[in-house]
């Protein structure tokens, strides 16, 4: 399996930028496909993001297509989640998601393993 630990929220600015990161183990990393979820106060877990085992596919929510942008490195186990022109509406607890799949799952019932989430917090 593989263990996921996200880091890299914070406070920021509307109109701002920040990048979050997940630092995966393991030796398999390059077999999971990886997901960037959120959850915002009251609100259910919403996909946001998501990129195939080697990169060549990436998904996103149409509320931060054009954004966000989802990458990963392999060769560090680590993906990243590049978020710019954020808005309030952003504010959630961020988690990275691994599922072994050759698709982009883009439900939270279709990722088996989770990080323990980041929190975002943008202020106007």
């Known amino acids: 399996q593989v263990q996921l630990v996200e880091s890299g929220g914070g406070f920021v600015q509307a109109g701002g930028s920040l990048r979050l990161s997940c630092a995966a183990s393991g030796r398999t990393f390059s077999v999971y496909a990886m997901g960037w979820f959120r959850q915002a106060p009251g609100k259910e877990r919403d996909f946001v993001a998501g990129?195939?085992?080697?990169?060549?596919?990436?998904y996103y929510a149409d509320s931060v297509k054009g954004r966000f942008t989802i990458s990963r490195d392999n060769a560090k186990n680590t993906v990243y989640l590049q978020m710019n022109s954020l808005n309030p509406e952003d504010t959630a607890v961020y988690y990275c998601?691994?599922?072994?799949?050759?698709?982009?799952?883009?439900?939270?019932?279709?990722?088996?393993?989770w990080g323990q989430g980041t929190q975002v917090t943008v202020s106007s």
């Open positions: 998601a691994a599922d072994q799949s050759r698709r982009v799952p883009t439900r939270e019932s279709e990722y088996t393993y």
């Open positions: 990129i195939s085992r080697g990169g060549a596919m990436t």
